[in-house]
């Protein structure tokens, strides 16, 4: 929808009342706790209270900063009234401890951003009795040793706004968190949300909505009393991963459709609207806006938020798939990061300035992001940005893990979601996912595909990635993002995969090696889309071994058995997909046991159209590495090289060896 600026900041200004006053009938008598409908996380029913609370406040608190405390409907007082009863030790529903409530910690940081921001019309009008209890709620954070991801922070901003308000503060916890910070950071603007495994294997949406966000806030809670030279590194941390988050938006106004707490949707705008906060940013502000826009109108014209005004639980629709067992029916109000931009001023250019075109509405990109091992094309045509990846699984290298399909399939998009099936919130409801789309497996005699995670980054340059990973079955196949349980495993031959990304098409080559056993047949599977309901036989065509499944909004998924690999099938699924209700996924696979140490070529494609042009694929042999040759129809040529698996080098053949497993 087209609006002139002014519209534009009127309608996020709306967008945010209507949200804020459609919790409020759900609110505890004192306001402290917002008691969602719903299931509950596995943090219970209090904690999931608390959630609604602080994560609300956090949208009141840009709302009220922005508007220079202009209030029509009295937020700050609401939410002082819930402040007030939420530290009440009398108040059968005061907030929880952090000793009783660990996610308290995490609310706290939202309290605490929110009470800075909002000082002049709510802390500083706060009576002294609530004003102390506040602080000795907060206090037990000092000193609490945090565990080693973007939690760390919740811990910074709490300390962070107390010392400036009189409450009790560690220097050691701010050098903890700092240096910690500091060794995290992977380069190129990206962090590892933590260290798995002492490697940086965790890209996600956390390094925009955490790992830029709250040290660029804790600078601004201290003000003067920043350690020197810590704001300017940050800011140019965000101004360098902002080159990369720009081109990872659909013309759709969808973010990549990766990573774990997909339901916090919006909140991916959070370091676009830091940037602009920050002057850390290289967008031009009718960019930083457009972005924003585009993607607040996605998520509200594709039904985030029910009949009742609320964000539910999912992507688009309700939809159990893409949630973590921390995940609540107030969880997705972790999306207020994705309204910052509210606390800027109405004269603010990115309030003023005219709206400018998407990064992949200007025209076809295609870029390789080595930090996080992506592969990114984006094509103007049909505003579909793709990303294949050979880079962090979210997994530690030591031991094999069930595939988390956020992390562990070989291309993600703005367009298109991972098949998810189950419900990975309640104990073994992801069991019996085998990976699908977007995957390299091995089938086993029964049929179960075999698992991806742990996967060894082996190169990535041009247009070209190359990894691999060991194929393993688990007797308890339940996925989650912290690896899912220790669990007995047979392990399989190594696959070797390069991909070649141009355009909208990935040339995606895969050798076998090790012991070949009784024979496993080799499966590609291409993206999985969204369709409309229809019989199984009417999923999408299969000719030879070319798979095509054409989506419910028009997009093509099409899979084509280049080399060795004939037989083609459409695989269909009901309610596995957060897109929509029926989803389907093109495959291809070998005739039979797939042979070791020759190449198997699938040219994988999305787009908006079917390819108008395919490139051409030979392969050759340089001793023991296979190359695979592509020319494409433009002329441009590529070469992906894959060695064989060295046994004495852990950087060619994996991290791990044959463990026996009782």
């Given at each position: 929808m087209n609006r002139t600026p002014a519209e534009a900041r009127a309608h996020w200004e709306q967008t945010a009342d209507r949200m804020l006053l459609a919790v409020r009938p759900y609110a505890a008598a004192g306001h402290e706790l917002i008691h969602l409908p719903g299931t509950a996380s596995h943090n219970g029913a209090h904690s999931d209270g608390l959630e609604g609370f602080a994560r609300t406040f956090l949208l009141a608190g840009f709302r009220l900063a922005g508007a220079a405390g202009a209030d029509p409907h009295d937020l700050a007082g609401w939410y002082a009234a819930g402040l007030a009863a939420g530290t009440d030790p009398k108040n059968p529903d005061r907030w929880?401890?952090?000793a009783e409530c660990n996610q308290a910690k995490v609310e706290a940081a939202s309290i605490a951003l929110a009470l800075h921001e909002t000082r002049p019309w709510i802390w500083d009008r706060l009576d002294e009795v609530v004003k102390e209890r506040i602080l000795n709620w907060l206090a037990p954070m000092v000193g609490n040793l945090?565990?080693?991801?973007?939690?760390?922070?919740?811990?910074?901003?709490?300390?962070?706004?107390?010392?400036?308000?009189?409450?009790?503060?560690?220097?050691?916890?701010?050098?903890?968190t700092i240096a910690l910070t500091d060794g995290w950071y992977a380069g190129d603007g990206w962090y590892s949300d933590g260290l798995t495994g002492a490697g940086h294997r965790n890209f996600d949406h956390y390094n925009g909505w955490a790992m830029h966000l709250y040290?660029?806030?804790?600078?601004?809670?201290?003000?003067?009393?920043?350690?020197?030279?810590?704001?300017?590194?940050?800011?140019?941390?965000?101004r360098r991963f902002l080159l990369d988050q720009r081109l990872l938006v659909g013309a759709n106004g969808s973010p990549l459709i990766q990573g774990r707490s997909l339901t916090y949707r919006h909140a991916a705008l959070a370091p676009v609207w830091t940037g602009a906060l920050f002057d850390a940013t290289p967008l031009a502000p009718g960019e930083t806006r457009a972005i924003a826009t585009r993607m607040l109108d996605h998520f509200t014209e594709h039904g985030a938020v029910n009949d009742a005004g609320l964000l539910t639980l999912g992507w688009h629709r309700p939809f159990r798939g893409v949630l973590q067992s921390y995940s609540g029916p107030a969880s997705p109000y972790w999306a207020s990061k994705g309204f910052i931009g509210l606390a800027l001023p109405a004269d603010h250019p990115v309030w003023t300035e005219e709206s400018t075109p998407l990064a992949v509405e200007q025209g076809d990109f295609g870029q390789a992001l080595a930090t996080p091992g992506w592969l990114v094309s984006g094509t103007a045509s049909d505003g579909v940005v793709?990303?294949?990846?050979?880079?962090?699984?979210?997994?530690?290298?030591?031991?094999?893990?069930?595939?988390?399909?956020?992390?562990?399939?070989?291309?993600?998009?703005?367009?298109?979601?991972?098949?998810?099936?189950?419900?990975?919130?309640?104990?073994?409801?992801?069991?019996?996912?085998?990976?699908?789309?977007?995957?390299?497996?091995?089938?086993?005699?029964?049929?179960?595909?075999?698992?991806?995670?742990?996967?060894?980054?082996?190169?990535?340059?041009?247009?070209?990635?190359?990894?691999?990973?060991?194929?393993?079955?688990l007797d308890d196949a339940t996925w989650d993002v912290f690896g899912g349980p220790d669990t007995d495993y047979t392990l399989g031959p190594w696959i070797t995969v390069g991909s070649v990304l141009r355009g909208s098409v990935e040339v995606r080559a895969v050798r076998v090696d090790g012991d070949p056993g009784t024979g496993h047949v080799l499966r590609i599977g291409g993206w999985a889309l969204a369709v409309d309901p229809r019989p199984a036989s009417e999923a999408g065509p299969v000719d030879g071994g070319t798979a095509r499944v054409e989506g419910a909004d028009g997009l093509v998924s099409l899979v084509?058995?280049?080399?060795?690999?004939?037989?083609?099938?459409?695989?269909?699924?009901?309610?596995?997909?957060a897109l929509g209700p029926a989803s389907a996924t093109p495959v291809v696979e070998t005739e039979g046991p797939v042979a070791h140490g020759t190449v198997h070529v699938a040219l994988v494609h999305l787009g908006g159209?079917?390819?108008?042009?395919?490139p051409q694929v030979t392969t050759r042999a340089q001793g023991t590495t296979l190359l695979v040759d592509v020319a494409w129809p433009d002329g441009a040529r590529d070469t992906v090289r894959l060695p064989a698996p060295d046994p004495e080098n852990p950087a060619t053949y994996g991290l791990w060896k044959d463990q026996h497993r009782a």
């Open positions: 929880p401890s952090f945090m565990p080693g991801n973007n939690w760390i922070w919740f811990q910074g901003i709490t300390e962070a706004f107390a010392r400036t308000v009189g409450g009790e503060w560690r220097q050691q916890d701010f050098d903890r040290p660029l806030w804790f600078c601004r809670i201290l003000g003067d009393a920043a350690p020197s030279g810590l704001l300017d590194r940050y800011r140019e941390r965000l793709r990303v294949v990846n050979h880079g962090g699984d979210h997994a530690d290298p030591a031991r094999p893990h069930a595939d988390d399909p956020s992390y562990a399939r070989f291309a993600y998009s703005t367009h298109t979601a991972p098949e998810t099936p189950g419900d990975p919130t309640v104990p073994g409801g992801s069991a019996t996912a085998d990976p699908l789309d977007n995957a390299v497996v091995l089938l086993d005699a029964a049929g179960r595909a075999s698992h991806r995670r742990p996967a060894t980054r082996i190169s990535i340059d041009g247009a070209t990635a190359v990894s691999r990973s060991r194929a393993h079955w084509i058995g280049a080399q060795g690999l004939p037989n083609a099938s459409v695989v269909t699924g009901a309610d596995t997909n159209t079917d390819p108008a042009a395919l």
